[in-house]
Structure formats: C-alpha cells, structure tokens
C-alpha cells in the first residue's frame, strides 16, 4: 500500500511539473462572471507551487538541511540590491528619505524574488525523480495536447481541421484555446517533437505513445510556424552537434528537419483573406473583399513565417545603409521580424549606457528610456528615418507603435536578460554554456530541456516565468552545478 501511495505521489509530481512547463500560458477558470468584472482565472504556471505541502512533510519526516538553500538566498538578495540601486541611480531617489525609498520599491521585484527560492526549493527536492523521468515528463505533456486537441474537435467553437488544413495564420491564433499566440504554442510543442524524434526506437516499445506522437507532429506540421520551424531547424542542428555517438537518433532528428523545411516552404496562406468566422462550425460565411486587405501589413501577424524568413534577406534599404537597422524602421516588414530585431537594439543600446544592467523587472524603465532617445534621433534626421507618415495611422505600424509592444518582456529573453545583468548575464550563459557540454548530465535532459531554453533565449520568448523557462533553467542548472543524491551514495 505505501508503495502505491509513494508511486500516486510521484505521478502526481511529474503531472504538476509538465504541467507548469508546457501549459504555463493555459488559465482555469475559477469563477465566471457575467459582469463588467473580469473573471477570476488560475495560471497553470503557478501549479508548481501546489507541491510545497508535499516538500513541508518530507521535510518534517527525514529533517533535511536548508544549507544548500544559502547560495540561492544570497543571489536573491543581490537581485534585490542590484535592482534596488538602479532606481536610486534612474530616479534620483533620496535613499535617507523612507517615504521615497517605498515609493519606489518594487514588490514585484520581492514576489519573483520568493517564487524562484521556492521553486528552486521544490525542483532541487524532486531533482532525482524529475532527472530519471525526463521522458516521463514529455509524454505526461504529449497526452496532454492530444486530449485537449481531441476535446476541442468534438466540443469547440471552430473547425479545427479547416483552419490547420487552409491557414498558416495559426489554430491557436484563431481560436485562443490553450494559448493565445501560435508562438506561444510553438515554444512548447517543437521541443516535445525534437526530444521523441530522437527518441523514436524507444517509441516503438510504447505503440500508444507512438500513434499520439505521429498525429500530434502531423498536426504541428499543417499548423507549422516560423517559430516551430526555426526551433525544429536550430535545436535539431544543435543536438547533432553537441551529441557525441547516438547515430541513428541523430538522422531522425535530420529527417525531421527536412520534413518540416517542406511543410514550411508549402505552406499556404489563405487565411489572410478570410475573418475568423469563416473558420466557425456550421458557419455559411461569405468572404467580403472589401476587408480583405484591411490591416494587413499594419498587424503584421497576418503574415506568414515563409514571409516573414524572406523578409530577412531582402529588407529594403529605404533609409540607411545599416541592414539590421532597417529590419525594424521597414514599415513594410512583418511586425514579429520588426519587434525581434528593435529588441536586440534596445538590448545593446542599453548594455552601452548600463554595463552592468539596470535590475530585475526593471526592463520597463530601460525600455521607455531607450524607445525615447531612439525616435529623438531617427527623426531628427530624415536621412536616417523617412516615415510613410500619410500612411501611418492606416496601413502602417510606425516606429511609435512598434514601441509600444513588449515593454516588459522584450521580444526574446536574451534581450531582457541583457537589458536587466547586462555583462553578468553574459559571463552566467558562458560558464553555463561551456559546463553544458559536460558527459555527466543525462542525455534526455540535453534533448528536452536544450532546445527550449535556447529557442527562448535566441528565437522567441516570452518572459521570465512562461513556457517553463524558469523551471527548465533551473533544472539545467541543479543538473550542472549540483551533484544528486544518487552521486552522493
């Protein structure tokens, strides 16, 4: 019986943390309200936090040391100060006078703060049952789409074989079930097909899992983004080549890479000239060419990844001879390739003027400052920037509204880290890189957890404590610098 319970108690861990990683963006509902009052909503990412009762009792049961807690502690701390002294700096605040000092603490700061020793806490506890059971997790998060595409194909609003079959736009773009963005979607599904393609001879011992594995990468094929492909293409080529031996495993990851540049090269665009409704069931929708080209180009999202690619090596050099600088000031440009490398500007601007960054959850403040002094000199010459001005309001997203997207997050997670430790984070990610490469981290954790923390870094990202980024990262690391239990014995 106390077998069974300690093996229920497992399952259940290993569910909370897949959970808290792939459908970080997913939201219950708690309560439905029919008014002017938003509805009361529970994010998956924080399901983590529902294993701290478990941790309290193994704590009391085998009275275990906090002492390796002390380095995270101090770290935290730092934050904090590091933080803290950029908005002395930025502010100008009198730090003898205590109402200012209040004024401009950040509690949000101290919140982050307290979830990563905590998540720390409870990641470094369960380290040795979540390192033996990496594929566990994946196929916990596997059947966990399939059931949720599955219920949505009986029960949802919109067709889903329709739009997968006729829009490269995106199903979760359309129908926001599960995630809001097909990005969003993307950083978690392209990794799962990266680590259970090179996994796939194992597949054949587990038939069921294998069926769901084929039909959920069909469907991530005919739904294939730019950020699916890209992450497919970089985390497939990087595994092959970092990955000593694993021959076969390694000319999967190969076919499926060609697999999806097909997909991705054929895919169609016929959604651009159709309104969400036509995609609804039992929805007898006429096409209206009036609107068909409304605000194309001014919402960019429209656009689709094989677009977008090209528009990569063929920006038009309208107003200077700086290439990566016209990648953003091209109004015509898709908007996603437009705010990725307006990002990646703020980003090195900011690392210019704050060395050594400007503090946690202080992005914001850098942002605003930046984005600022930015249009201040674009406009100040026309020869640097000539604004389709006439155009603007209409058609265009100029450079103020290009700003006024990813103000917190920044478009990939290299930018916010670069913004907030500037050089600290680039010695942390080249130590990490470097201590990466080690033989003694298990190999599942290189095939799963790699790829999505490079895809977040480099391809798309969105914050700190989405799509299991936090997690994953910390997992990384326990996995790096800290020796197991097992090890230990």
């Known amino acids: 019986m106390s077998i069974s319970i300690y093996r229920a108690k497992n399952y259940f861990v290993l569910i909370i943390i897949s959970l808290s990683i792939f459908f970080s963006h997913s939201e219950i509902l708690l309560l439905d309200r029919n008014f002017e009052i938003k509805d009361i909503k529970f994010e998956n990412r924080f399901l983590i936090f529902f294993l701290i009762p478990l941790v309290m009792i193994d704590l009391i049961k085998n009275r275990k040391s906090f002492n390796f807690l002390i380095i995270p502690i101090l770290v935290c701390f730092l934050l904090l100060i590091h933080s803290f002294f950029f908005k002395i700096f930025f502010f100008k605040i009198d730090y003898l006078n205590l109402n200012e000092i209040l004024k401009y603490s950040n509690i949000k700061s101290i919140f982050q703060v307290i979830i990563f020793c905590l998540t720390f806490y409870i990641l470094h506890h369960y380290r040795d049952l979540l390192k033996n059971n990496v594929f566990n997790i994946a196929k916990i998060s596997l059947y966990g789409f399939f059931l949720c595409l599955t219920y949505y194909y009986f029960f949802g609003q919109y067709n889903l074989i329709k739009i997968i079959s006729d829009c490269s736009y995106g199903f979760f773009s359309i129908t926001k079930f599960l995630f809001k963005e097909n990005s969003h979607f993307g950083l978690s599904a392209a990794p799962l097909l990266i680590f259970f393609t090179f996994n796939i001879k194992k597949l054949f011992n587990h038939k069921l899992t294998l069926i769901i594995y084929l039909i959920f990468l069909f469907f991530c094929l005919l739904n294939i983004s730019l950020t699916i492909f890209l992450i497919i293409l970089f985390g497939s080529f990087g595994l092959i080549i970092i990955l000593n031996k694993n021959y076969f495993s390694k000319l999967y990851l190969v076919v499926l890479m060609i697999v999806s540049t097909i997909f991705f090269i054929n895919q169609t665009n016929n959604c651009q000239l159709k309104n969400n409704d036509f995609y609804k069931k039992n929805q007898n929708y006429e096409l209206n060419q009036k609107s068909m080209h409304m605000n194309l180009r001014y919402s960019g999202v429209n656009s689709s990844g094989k677009n977008k690619l090209s528009q990569l090596f063929n920006s038009k050099n309208n107003y200077n001879d700086n290439y990566f600088l016209n990648l953003f000031l091209d109004e015509e440009n898709s908007l996603s390739v437009r705010v990725f490398f307006s990002s990646l500007n703020i980003a090195f601007r900011s690392l210019q003027s704050y060395p050594f960054g400007v503090g946690l959850d202080n992005y914001n403040h850098a942002y605003l400052e930046i984005t600022d002094e930015r249009r201040k000199e674009l406009y100040s010459d026309p020869k ?42 680039l010695i942390f990610f080249s130590i990490t890189f470097y201590k990466s490469f080690s033989n003694h981290i298990d190999l599942n954790i290189k095939v799963l957890y790699y790829p999505m923390i490079f895809s977040q870094l480099f391809i798309r990202g969105s914050g700190y404590f989405y799509n299991g980024f936090f997690i994953v990262m910390i997992l990384v690391i326990i996995a790096i610098y800290m020796r197991s239990n097992e090890n230990k014995r």
């Open 384 to 425: 640097l920037y000539l604004t389709k001005r006439n155009l603007c309001e209409i058609q265009y997203c100029c450079l103020v509204c290009l700003d006024s997207f990813n103000k917190n997050d920044g478009s990939i997670n290299f930018s916010k880290f670069l913004t907030e430790f500037g050089i600290f984070s």
